[in-house]
Structures are given as structure tokens and as C-alpha cells.
């Protein structure tokens, strides 16, 4: 009887794949932003006008989520490269040899087209089609087109995070709306003062430089990125109002989006007058934590208005 | 030309972590089974009993 413990041992048996843990396939699917995800396409079912039944909201959630999961995986496998070089991926599933790319690319594109098809098929087509498109907006023209070819990458990718919410109303009405609309631009204007604040805060210029990714404080400086971060945040606060004018929230929401954007636009103005020394760091580090409560504020003050029966304003425009 | 590469068996550890992945598969796919079915009954609704026989 031969002894096939030497064969087990063989260093080249990593080659071959199938040595990721089930963790491992977790960690491919970036659970942090898929709960982001679940939340604010929550909020997006919650705020459409019209109802759905808990059931199918549920599985609307499912497939978004997984979708989410799915752009996840899908970056990892091509970006694996860019992360074998970063510290702060260094240690994702494909840089540490647990998961193959090519394994990656499998599990990202079957829970892709599953995500898809199953949106599509159990609530509506618009519904399945707005994930598709997220999908295909985040992989191919964020990770592998614009995210190493302009400084303004992280805008760009910002926009596939706002589309959750859009795709939970589009699951209620099975159409794209104004006020779906303006929670997209939410998120959408939200991410880049959110991402360049840590950017500053955590000093990862070094390791986006090294990789050779554009950050805009790599390519334009920190002063330029404080500038940036200042627009955004003022940008943000008259968009945060658009729900309002829509008449998809009413005067709570109203209160609490004015009092949060003050907070917000102070913050960035600290961020931007404050350039060097600890008190910069700390001010980067002060909005980059305030701007998580913030989105999160934003979206459960629209929830708590569903869920309170709190009626919304009469629509202004739209 | 280099030589292909033998086969290579999968260590004990590499079974145990195949044998975890197999059956979070299983309870996934039986899952979705479950909430395709669900999901099935509840957009039928009251069509069924109500339809034109």
C-alpha cells in the first residue's frame, strides 16, 4: 500500500485550488458593504410609494445583498494584483493564495448572474436590470476601467454604492423615480468626502502610490483633496433636501438632515483649514467617523418616518 | 517543454475544509429551494383559489 503522505504534503497542491474555507468565500464578498447595501436598499422599499409584501421585501434584500456580494468577489479577482501590494488588503483571500483568482471569478459571476436573475424573476425586470447594471457599472467601468485611469475614481465607484437604494424602490414600483433619484445622489455625494478623509486620516497615499492607483491625494496632493472634501460636503447638504422637496419625507427628516449637514460642512471646513499636525489628523479622522453616523442618520430618519406613519411634505417639484 | 504538473491529493485539512464547503453548499442550495418555493406560493396568493375552472 503506498503512503500518501508525502503527496499530501507537497507544496504544489495549493496550485490545483480548493483550499478555501467557507470564511474565506465570506471575506470575498466584503460583508461590511454589503450591510450597507441591505440597509439603505431597506430604506429605498421602505420610502417608495406603494406596498410590498414582507416576504418578497425580504427576498429583494437577499438578492441585493448577494449582488453586492457578488461585485465584491468580482473585484478581488481583478484586482488581486493592486492588493498583493497594499497593506490594507494584503491579507484578502486571493493575495494570501487561499482562493484561486480564477475561483473568484466563478464565485463572483455565479452569484452575479444568480442575484440578477432571481431580482428579475421574483419581483420585477427594472429591478433585475438596475443590478445588473450596478454590477456591471462597478466592475467594468469602476475596477477595471476608470479606478487605475483617473484621480476621480472613488466618485465614480461611489455611484455603484448609491444604487441600493435605488434598485429596493425600483423593486416596490418596478420604475425608476425622482425620489429614488435623489437617495441615489445622496450616497453618491456622500462617498467621496466619506473615502478621502480616511484616505487622509490613515495616510494610505504610500500604498496606492506603490500599487500605481491615482488616489486624489496621491495624483493632486492633500490641499487639493481638503478642497475636494470641502465642495462634496457643501454639495451634499442642499441634495440631502431633495427627499423633501420630492415629498418623500416629511418635516422630522428635514429637522434632522439641516441640523447633520451643519454638522457635516463644519467638520470639512476643519478638515480644510487645518492642514498639518495632529489637529489635521484629527479632524480628517473627526468627519471620516461623523460621515458614517451621518448616512446612517440620514436613512433611519427616513425609515423611522415609514415606519412612525409620519405623512411627508407635498411634493414641490417632480 | 515543462512537464504537467502530477496529480495532487488533498491533505486531511484540505478534505475537512472541502467537507465544511460541501455542506454550507448543501444548506445554501436547500435554502433557495426553500425560498423559491415560498416566494412561489405567496405571488400566487389567492389566485390559485380564485381562477376560472
Known amino acids: 500500500m503506498s503512503d500518501i503522505s508525502t503527496d499530501i504534503a507537497s507544496p504544489t497542491a495549493a496550485a490545483y485550488g480548493g483550499q478555501g474555507a467557507v470564511g474565506d468565500y465570506v471575506a470575498l464578498l466584503k460583508p461590511r458593504v454589503m450591510s450597507l447595501s441591505i440597509f439603505t436598499a431597506l430604506v429605498g422599499i421602505a420610502a417608495a410609494p406603494g406596498t410590498l409584501h414582507p416576504w418578497l421585501a425580504a427576498m429583494a434584500l437577499i438578492a441585493i445583498a448577494v449582488g453586492a456580494g457578488a461585485c465584491g468577489a468580482l473585484n478581488m479577482w481583478y484586482d488581486a494584483d493592486i492588493d498583493a501590494v497594499m497593506r490594507r488588503t494584503l491579507s484578502r483571500p486571493v493575495p494570501r493564495g487561499r482562493i484561486l483568482p480564477g475561483e473568484a471569478l466563478?464565485?463572483?459571476?455565479?452569484?452575479?448572474?444568480?442575484?440578477?436573475?432571481?431580482?428579475?424573476?421574483?419581483?420585477?425586470?427594472?429591478?433585475?436590470?438596475?443590478?445588473?447594471?450596478?454590477?456591471?457599472?462597478?466592475?467594468?467601468?469602476?475596477?477595471?476601467?476608470?479606478?487605475?485611469?483617473?484621480?476621480?475614481?472613488?466618485?465614480?465607484?461611489?455611484?455603484?454604492?448609491?444604487?441600493?437604494?435605488?434598485?429596493?424602490?425600483?423593486?416596490?414600483?418596478?420604475?425608476?423615480?425622482?425620489?429614488?433619484?435623489?437617495?441615489?445622489?445622496?450616497?453618491?455625494?456622500?462617498?467621496?468626502?466619506?473615502?478621502?478623509?480616511?484616505?487622509?486620516?490613515?495616510?494610505?497615499?504610500?500604498?496606492?502610490?506603490?500599487?500605481?492607483?491615482?488616489?486624489?491625494?496621491?495624483?493632486?496632493?492633500?490641499?487639493?483633496?481638503?478642497?475636494?472634501?470641502?465642495?462634496?460636503?457643501?454639495?451634499?447638504?442642499?441634495?440631502?433636501?431633495?427627499?423633501?422637496?420630492?415629498?418623500?419625507?416629511?418635516?422630522?427628516?428635514?429637522?434632522?438632515?439641516?441640523?447633520?449637514?451643519?454638522?457635516?460642512?463644519?467638520?470639512?471646513?476643519?478638515?480644510?483649514?487645518?492642514?498639518?499636525?495632529?489637529?489635521?489628523?484629527?479632524?480628517?479622522?473627526?468627519?471620516?467617523?461623523?460621515?458614517?453616523?451621518?448616512?446612517?442618520?440620514?436613512?433611519?430618519?427616513?425609515?423611522?418616518?415609514r415606519l412612525l406613519g409620519l405623512v411627508p411634505f407635498q411634493p414641490v417639484i417632480g | 517543454m515543462s512537464a504537467p504538473l502530477p496529480p495532487q491529493p488533498f491533505g486531511p485539512e484540505d478534505l475537512a475544509r472541502r467537507r465544511r464547503r460541501a455542506i454550507v453548499m448543501a444548506l445554501v442550495l436547500g435554502g433557495l429551494v426553500a425560498l423559491f418555493f415560498v416566494t412561489t406560493i405567496v405571488r400566487l396568493g389567492g389566485n390559485v383559489a380564485l381562477r376560472s375552472l
Not at chain 1, 455625494?189 to 500604498?207: G, S, Y
Open chain 1, 106 to 305: 466563478g464565485f463572483g459571476a455565479t452569484l452575479a448572474v444568480g442575484s440578477v436573475l432571481a431580482l428579475g424573476l421574483m419581483l420585477n425586470v427594472v429591478a433585475g436590470a438596475l443590478l445588473a447594471f450596478t454590477i456591471f457599472f462597478y466592475i467594468v467601468i469602476y475596477t477595471v476601467w476608470l479606478k487605475r485611469a483617473t484621480p476621480q475614481n472613488i466618485v465614480i465607484g461611489g455611484a455603484a454604492g448609491a444604487f441600493p437604494p435605488m434598485i429596493g424602490w425600483a423593486a416596490v414600483t418596478g420604475s425608476v423615480d425622482l425620489g429614488s433619484i435623489a437617495l441615489f445622489l445622496i450616497i453618491f455625494n456622500w462617498t467621496p468626502p466619506h473615502f478621502w478623509a480616511l484616505a487622509l486620516w490613515r495616510n494610505v497615499n504610500a500604498d496606492y502610490a506603490r500599487a500605481g492607483i491615482p488616489m486624489l491625494p496621491v495624483v493632486a496632493g492633500p490641499r487639493e483633496t481638503r478642497r475636494q472634501i470641502l465642495i462634496y460636503s457643501l454639495l451634499l447638504a442642499p441634495v440631502t433636501l431633495l427627499p423633501s422637496l420630492l415629498g418623500v419625507t416629511g418635516l422630522v427628516y428635514t429637522m434632522v438632515a439641516v441640523a447633520l449637514d451643519l454638522v457635516f460642512i463644519a467638520c470639512a471646513v476643519r478638515v480644510f483649514r487645518l492642514s498639518d499636525g495632529p489637529a489635521a489628523e484629527k479632524a480628517c479622522r473627526g468627519l471620516f467617523s461623523f460621515s458614517i453616523v451621518w448616512l446612517f442618520l440620514i436613512f433611519a430618519t427616513i425609515l423611522a418616518e
